[in-house]
């Protein structure tokens, strides 16, 4: 054995051992990894691909699309999903031999997108662990797809698509970063940014990682499909999340110490790798760390006490670096602040150090003085000492009390050796190359000015000149305007008011107002002076020219904005002492248009422009104009008598605050709105200046450090205006309407309203108007504004309103579009196509596009409706967590909904109640007391409540639920999922209930299933309710047993329920253990004799134990006990032959007597085994041989006047091996002893119309596992059988059709479509060529027919086996209908002739009990015909260790869809086909008469 087989098998015995322990060994599973990383050649060959099976089976599990029978073990399939990722990971993540790179490579690569992409697109419903392995694996695997892309010069399109895939959930990891609140899952979404942040930058030239790691500078500028600038700016964003996930006291959902601290590593590390961001980086860290110190209700002591602790470990560690000698200064500061007893002993061990080396040189200069300075660089660090005697550079060991950071390690760890001799230098020296370094930067800096200057075009600076020249007219123009205002005004003097007469009061204010405003004709100048002043380049210097007036004067600012506040205070004290004119002579003052108040008001427009045009540079002076303004309106109105919202006429003073108000208010609205719009595209270029640019270092715009804030100006001119109308919060509603501001205007509102209270209602108002936008993240914002003020808010009903209103309209919303869309899909099935299809075949071509436009159609509105909902809906839900009385509102209006409608509903309530299952107490009173109608909705909280099958549902919630049952006399699917929580006799008690629930459905049958599964799992510190065997002791209790046939179907469902692996999770040491015991009791049922039929055919059990309970039945005298039980006994004596033909013996003449009459066939066999006794033994059983006589001439002679009965025991016959691949409808099996009567289905006296099938067992397609539905494909002869019943004719034979229709969606109606169907074939009913054993009236009979070839692959097709007896002068007709399910392949049975499959022994009724777990397996072997001629036929006869082909129907969106088989997406084209023509059919043959 080669050396590479022996790791081979040393690998898979590993991984054997571990995923068949339970649960997996997870040692084992790591130790795998390691060997297959040592020799990677596995992953490549075998192991990708099972590590590729086992994440793929717990995600499609989970998701609903793989195995269901491992639905309930998925904490066993977690450990190797997880080692599964772990394996793929490492085979994508290392580059493989050349020719496995350009071959096998993309192939694995894509397969591993794949399953990452269909990961992430469930994330909720992904278990955690598989979810960051995913996470994690694809981190790894980005720079490994773009280094491969750049490094391979290939054409090949399979790169292109992987990097493009790639790239798609770069994005959504990205979004995942932005809004999951699971701290662990955001760790390694960390890791994943500061991949990107530093993949996507240029490495510095001083940089602090090697250039052969990937980096912005070796991506090629022009490349195929990877867009250089788009990675970029993908960096920038990475860089800038990364600080913005750090939690602040406004968004605390992640405030978790391991994750907080994950971030500061993750920032200082790429400050390690990337220099150049490190003073960005550094202060809005420390800022976020100042703030959050500061608070006090943010974090708990002893996390800030860790946090603080790491940050100042983290930047010592950075502060070591030999690279960042540019950035020692900044660093220092930050660290004197930060303190820390780290810090503190890292510089004694550094002031020591220096003395050292101090002393060290001393030495050296006394013994060789002469010595020259050694060539050889010396490091930037001022602290870095010369390693001495073996001793490790101190510049390069791991700070004091530092963890080893692999990552922010140099290459060189140990430094470079001095050489002896060497002087290093001194700290003096350092210095001084600083200072020439910062005045080489200036020199470079004032020579680039020079030269971009001296290039200018003569068109731009004639423009500069032109500029400038209009600048000095202006400054002329005031100087002599100035001096010719000193000249000629006298100056004016106010006399007293009090002693004036009312005209000439007037005559004063009207001649200060005229003054003020021929004053403010010079400010308006001054202010227009200096926007020219600021539109002229700074080059010319001309901004710092403080031009000196002729009033002494300069044109400094603040002179202008003192300027603009006299002026604004002058208009108020007109107002002020015309107010006090009119008060004096108690007239009431003249406003009025023809005044001088216009005049006035136009004087300050300047003014108002002016801070309108830039509100954040003049926002303080704005507030000193406001409040002067105010000032006056208080004194003017002392008591506001005057309405403040409505002035009397737009003159007054109150007027032109509210106009300056409202104007300043808007432009600083705009302003913010501007800012955080830029602020969502942040430019990727950094500029550099002056010293930075000599050091490397990139100076971030200010925008860009402040873009992730909201901007606080419009929250401080709400806090600081004097007064505010509530109506001026309407600007605010513009922030709302676009989603680039949408963050500014609800967090603006959500601390105005509660800073200010005056606006409270107005801005609740907005956020409740908003809380129903379509945008999801304006929406969720408000409402967690709005949830703030709820219930403790003399607003709470208010809300509640407005929730219940908007919820009203999205349930209007969703109904309409509910009933047009059931409209639409009507109107596509009744639309007659033109021009109409030729053929039958065309039809079904028109009728298949109809149905897949409906479908199409179906899906897209109900996401439309559900996405309407919500957005009506969310709103009602957030306050249902404070509330849960709310529900009742959801409720009230479910019960009147569309199931389209209520299905929606369902869904969207998943997450509140989610949130609810550990504290389920909270909506137990709703739920107890929904409304009936809304039964479905009820049903599927108790669900969600219950979801996680490893927690014991809460006692509150299980006491709550039966009290309700028992009330309400509500049905068994209420129970199903809190049997967990019960104990075991209350479980037992309960158990008939669910049961009853069969209906010969699926959806049923899950519900039982889950029962059981739930009744027999184990929890935590707790074991399951009923072990197995208690179980099926259960079953058979007799109020169980009294189900009839519900009781024998809940058996059913008990056995075939499987584990994981496949095998029964129900074993036979159970089954076995269960029957002894009931054996032994007082009172037996039938529904024993049933079980132990199941026992024996589906798990092949042996005889003796089902023998030796027949033993006790006979010693207990069953004939004398119920009629049922004697049945059922009579049965398993017939099926369970011979075994139990020795039992003759010990039942009495008279019951044996009773048994052949109940079942003829056992007097066949009892009189064989009768035969082999000696002739003394036998004398008592003569009667048993005229029996037999007896019933054989009735048979043969007296064939016309027997009663005719019979049906179709198997759809699809296997002769050869004489099994059953397929049954009818609602086909209940031989072991049922009154089939007879049940099944038979007659036309007596020849009726024009009759249903077509029984409408009591086959109505519907009324399938079970045991009694499937046969498969077939276009073309195939199969054969059909039933029993002779005492017909045989072979002179003229009774004929046999099997009618159909070519079209899919048609059901036979009545009787009267034999006459109009299609025959697929017609067979003899009872000849010696269709019987195994003519003589026998029991015998089984065959014939065989071809499925049409016309019939399309895909469908289910509706078969009528329709048998003309006829024996009867009046008419007599007998069907079965039954079902075939077309596909493109099948499992064929040989075909050999008739006289050669008659000529075998006639076979028991085995294959029709129903099909068992060899014949499944034998299933999965599908032949096509187009591909040859049919096989030879299969043996069924060595049965394997029994597996399942049920696969358990996973509780998808609800139980209650389940139970109440709603209409489904495929179901939506078969409906309004009632209405649409059948297909006419080509040929019609006549029918015997």
């Given amino acids: 054995m080669s050396e590479k087989e022996k790791v081979l098998k040393k690998a898979d015995g590993l991984y054997s051992e571990a995923v068949h322990e339970t649960p997996p060994n997870r040692t084992k599973l790591d130790h795998l990894v390691d060997l297959l990383c040592d020799h990677p050649q596995l992953l490549y060959e075998k192991f990708f691909d099972k590590g590729h099976e086992a994440a793929s089976i717990v995600v499609d599990v989970w998701h609903g699309t793989g195995d269901m029978n491992a639905d309930d073990n998925l904490s066993i399939l977690t450990p190797p999903a997880a080692w599964g990722w772990t394996v793929m990971e490492e085979t994508v993540c290392h580059a493989p031999p050349r020719e496995l790179m350009e071959t096998k490579y993309p192939e694995l690569a894509q397969k591993f997108l794949k399953l990452a992409e269909h990961t992430l697109e469930h994330v909720e419903s992904t278990p955690g662990l598989i ?7 694809l981190t790894r695997f980005w720079p490994e797809i773009i280094n491969a892309c750049i490094s391979l010069k290939t054409t090949n399109p399979v790169w292109k698509q992987l990097y493009e895939k790639m790239l ?16 662990a899952l955001q760790m390694h979404l960390v890791k994943f940014l500061e991949t990107e942040a530093t993949v996507f930058t240029p490495v510095p030239e001083l940089g602090a990682s090697p250039r052969s790691t990937l980096n912005l500078d070796m991506l090629p500028t022009a490349h195929p499909y990877i867009d250089k600038n788009a990675l970029a700016k993908r960096g920038e964003r990475a860089r800038q999340q990364l600080v913005r996930l750090l939690p602040s006291s406004d968004h605390m959902r992640l405030c978790n110490t391991s994750f907080i601290t994950a971030i500061i590593n993750s920032i200082v590390y790429l400050m390690n790798l990337r220099p150049q961001f490190c003073q960005d980086l550094l202060e809005r860290l420390t800022n976020w760390y100042a703030v959050i110190n500061s608070s006090e209700q943010t974090m708990t002591h002893l996390q800030l006490v860790i946090i603080s602790k790491a940050l100042r470990i983290a930047l010592l560690h950075l502060y070591t670096r030999r690279y960042m000698g540019a950035y020692s200064e900044v660093l220092e500061s930050t660290l004197d602040t930060l303190g820390g007893p780290e810090w503190i002993r890292w510089q004694e061990q550094q002031a020591r150090e220096r003395e050292r080396r101090q002393r060290q040189r001393a030495r050296e200069r006394e013994q060789a003085p002469r010595l020259p300075e050694a060539e050889g660089a010396h490091h930037s660090a001022r602290w870095v000492p010369a390693p001495e005697d073996g001793q490790e550079d101190l510049a390069y060991q791991p700070a004091p009390g530092a963890d080893t950071d692999v990552g922010m390690q140099s290459s060189d760890s140990t430094g470079a050796k001095r050489a002896a001799g060497t002087i290093d230098v001194d700290d003096d020296d350092e210095e001084k190359q600083m200072r020439l370094l910062e005045e080489s930067a200036k020199r470079v800096k004032l020579e680039e000015d020079k030269e971009k200057e001296a290039s200018m075009q003569p068109l731009e600076e004639e423009k500069r000149l032109q500029r400038h020249q209009r600048a000095q007219a202006v400054d002329r123009e005031m100087e002599d305007e100035m001096q010719k205002a000193l000249l000629s005004e006298k100056q004016f003097d106010l006399p007293i008011m009090d002693s004036m007469p009312l005209e000439t009061r007037q005559e004063h204010v009207i001649e200060a107002i005229r003054r003020v405003a021929a004053g403010s004709e010079q400010l308006r100048k001054f202010i227009e002076h200096k926007r020219i002043l600021h539109d002229v380049p700074s080059s ?19 002179v202008l904005e003192d300027s603009m506040v006299m002026l604004v205070r002058l208009v108020s004290n007109c107002y002020i002492v015309f107010y006090e004119a009119k008060s004096a002579d108690e007239a009431d003052p003249d406003m009025g248009p023809s005044t001088q108040w216009g005049e006035l008001h136009a004087c300050i427009d300047q003014i108002l422009q002016s801070i309108i045009d830039s509100p954040r540079t003049h926002y303080e002076l704005a507030m000193i104009l406001l409040y002067e303004l105010w000032m006056s309106v208080v004194i003017t109105d002392p008591e506001l008598k005057r309405a403040p919202d409505k002035p009397e006429n737009k003159y007054t003073v109150l007027a032109l605050y509210l106009q300056w108000c409202e104007s300043i208010f808007d432009a600083i609205v705009k302003s913010s709105m501007e800012l955080a719009a830029a602020s969502e595209s942040v430019p990727t270029s950094t500029q550099t200046t002056g010293a930075d640019s000599a050091n490397g270092a990139a100076v971030v715009p200010q925008q860009q450090q402040q873009q992730q804030q909201p901007d606080e100006l419009i929250l401080n001119f709400i806090k600081d205006a004097p007064y505010l109308l509530p109506a001026h919060l309407l600007k605010i509603e513009e922030c709302l309407k676009s989603p680039k501001t949408a963050l500014l205007g609800f967090t603006t509102l959500e601390r105005a309203i509660e800073l200010r209270p005056s606006i409270f209602n107005a801005g609740l108002d907005i956020l409740l108007t908003y809380s129903a936008h379509p945008e999801r993240a304006t929406r969720v914002g408000c409402i967690r504004a709005v949830k703030k003020h709820y219930p403790n808010s003399l607003s709470a009903q208010r809300i509640v309103t407005v929730a219940n209103t908007s919820f009203d309209i999205g349930m209007k919303g969703a109904s309409t579009r509910a009933t047009e869309l059931e ?24 009728i298949e596009k109809k149905k897949a436009e409906a479908l199409t159609l179906r899906k897209q509105e109900e996401q439309s409706i559900e996405s309407g909902l919500v957005i009506h809906m969310e709103l009602l839900l957030a306050l249902s967590t404070k509330n849960v009385e709310l529900l009742s509102t959801v409720f009230e209006a479910y019960k009147k909904a569309m199931p389209t409608v209520q299905i929606a509903v369902r869904r969207i309530i998943t997450p509140l109640i989610k949130s609810m299952v550990n504290t389920p107490t909270k909506i137990i009173p709703v739920l107890t007391n929904f409304p009936t109608g809304s039964e479905t909705l009820a049903l599927r909280i108790i669900y969600l409540l219950c979801v996680d099958g490893a927690r014991v549902p809460a006692k509150e919630l299980v006491q709550a639920v039966l009290s309700m049952c028992d009330k309400r006399k509500l049905d068994g699917n209420f129970i199903v999922f809190i049997f967990g929580g019960m104990d075991r006799e209350e479980a037992l008690r309960r158990l008939p209930i669910v049961v009853s629930l069969l209906n010969n459905s699926e959806g049923s049958r899950v519900m039982l299933r889950e029962s059981f599964a739930r009744l027999t799992t184990s929890y935590l510190n707790r074991p399951s309710v009923l072990s197995p065997t208690q179980l099926l002791m259960g079953l058979h209790d007799p109020s169980v047993a009294a189900l009839g046939n519900k009781a024998m179907e ?12 496949g095998t029964h999770m129900f074993s036979t040491a159970v089954f076995d253990t269960a029957l002894k015991l009931l054996s032994e009791q007082e009172h037996m049922t039938s529904l024993m004799l049933h079980t132990a039929d199941v026992y024996y055919r589906q798990r092949n059990g042996p005889v003796g134990t089902v023998i030796k309970l027949l033993q006790k039945l006979i010693e207990r005298k069953v004939w004398h006990q119920d009629e049922s039980l004697m049945k059922a006994f009579v049965h398993s004596f017939r099926v369970m032959q011979p075994g139990t033909l020795a039992l003759v013996k010990s039942i009495p003449q008279d019951v044996l007597k009773r048994m052949v009459e109940m079942d003829k066939d056992l007097a066949v066999s009892i009189r064989e085994y009768v035969g082999k006794m000696d002739e003394q033994a ?5 009667w048993l041989f005229n029996f037999v006589k007896t019933v054989a001439a009735l048979a043969i002679g007296s064939a016309s006047t027997v009663l005719a009965h019979s049906w179709v025991d198997s759809t699809k016959y296997d002769p050869v091996n004489q099994v059953s691949l397929g049954y009818a409808r609602g086909y209940p099996g031989r072991s049922n002893p009154d089939i007879n009567t049940e099944y038979t289905y007659l036309f007596s006296g ?43 004719n072979n002179t003229n034979p009774t004929k046999v059709d099997i009618l159909y229709y070519p079209d899919p969606n048609k059901q036979f109606a009545d009787v009267s479509e034999r006459n109009t169907a299609m025959v697929a074939g017609t067979m003899d009913f009872a000849t010696d060529l269709t019987c195994y054993s003519p003589k026998n009236p029991s015998s089984v009979c065959f014939g065989s027919w071809t499925v049409p070839k016309d019939l399309k692959p895909g469908n289910v097709y509706h078969f009528v086996w329709f048998w003309y007896f006829n024996q009867n002068s009046a008419g007599e007709w007998y069907s079965t209908c039954f079902d075939l399910n077309v596909q493109e392949s099948s499992h064929v049975v040989e075909v050999k002739p008739m006289a050669e499959l008659v000529a075998m022994a006639n076979p028991d009724l085995s294959y029709a009990l129903g099909m068992t777990d060899s014949i499944k397996k034998e299933l999965d072997k599908v032949t096509n015909l187009g591909e040859g001629t049919q096989p030879e036929g299969s043996s069924y006869s060595s049965e394997s260790p029994a597996e399942s082909s049920e696969s358990p129907v996973e509780i998808a969106e609800s139980p209650a869809e389940t139970v109440e088989s709603p209409t489904t997406p495929s179901d939506v084209a078969e409906q309004p086909t009632s209405s649409a023509p059948a297909p006419t059919p080509a040929k019609c043959r006549p029918r015997p008469q």
């Fill in 131 to 137: 979810v960051r392995r995913s996470v994690q694996a």
């Fill in 168 to 183: 798609e959930l770069a994005q959504v990891l990205m979004q995942m970063s932005e809004r999951s609140d699971d701290p």
């Fill in 540 to 558: 010319l210097n001309l901004i710092q020219h403080q031009k000196v007036l002729a009033n002494g004067l300069s044109t400094n600012s603040k």
């Fill in 823 to 846: 409209k639409k899909v009507k109107d596509i099935f009744e639309r007659v196509d033109e021009p109409a299809p030729e053929n039958e075949e065309k039809s079904a071509e028109a």
């Fill in 1050 to 1061: 809940a058996i059913s469902v008990y056995e075939s329920m499987t584990k994981p692996d």
């Fill in 1178 to 1182: 036998r004398k008592p059983y003569k």
């Fill in 1246 to 1288: 020849s009726p024009a119309s009759k249903p077509m099938c029984n409408p009591k067992q086959q109505a519907n397609m009324n399938y079970s596992p045991l009694f499937p539905m046969a498969t077939v494909q276009p073309g195939e002869t199969i054969y059909t059988s039933w029993e002779q019943n005492g017909h045989l």
